[in-house]
Nanobody
Framework: QTHLVESGGGLVQAGGSLRLSCRAS???????????KAWYRQAPGKERELVAS???????SYTDSVRGRFTISKDNTRRTVFLQMNSLKPEDTAIYYC??????????WGQGTQVTVSS
């Protein structure tokens, strides 16, 4: 059975960095490598928003507010998706969720990890 395990969240001061990880436990390589990976976040009182995505052919995209500060990447061997977050701001405070979508049929979500940025 496949499930996503997130780690790396925490409390950091403004200007600091965090690296989130999302390991797809139980996922076979062909599914992992053939899927779209993404990170979403949800701040208190706000809707969940797409932060970064990585398509099957390597195309990355970012929401405007994080472009140039965040980097999404993957390690197929470890079945893991990363989100490197630099120059963090208080407005980045949210619960961050990873998502792996395979052919629109298999849609997996992580449990969420809290990121808190203090001013």
């Amino acid at each position: 059975q496949t499930h996503l395990v997130e780690s790396g969240g925490g409390l950091v001061q403004a200007g600091g960095s965090l690296r989130l990880s999302c390991r797809a436990s139980g996922m076979i390589l062909s599914v992992f490598s053939g899927s779209t990976k993404a990170w979403y976040r949800q701040a208190p009182g706000k809707e969940r928003e797409l932060v970064a995505s990585l398509s099957t052919d390597g195309i990355v995209s970012y929401t405007d507010s994080v472009r140039g500060r965040f980097t999404i990447s993957k390690d197929n061997t470890r079945r893991t998706v990363f989100l490197q977050m630099n120059s963090l701001k208080p407005e980045d405070t949210a619960i961050y969720y990873c998502n792996i979508l395979y052919r629109r049929d298999l849609d997996y979500w992580g449990q969420g990890t809290q990121v808190t940025v203090s001013s």
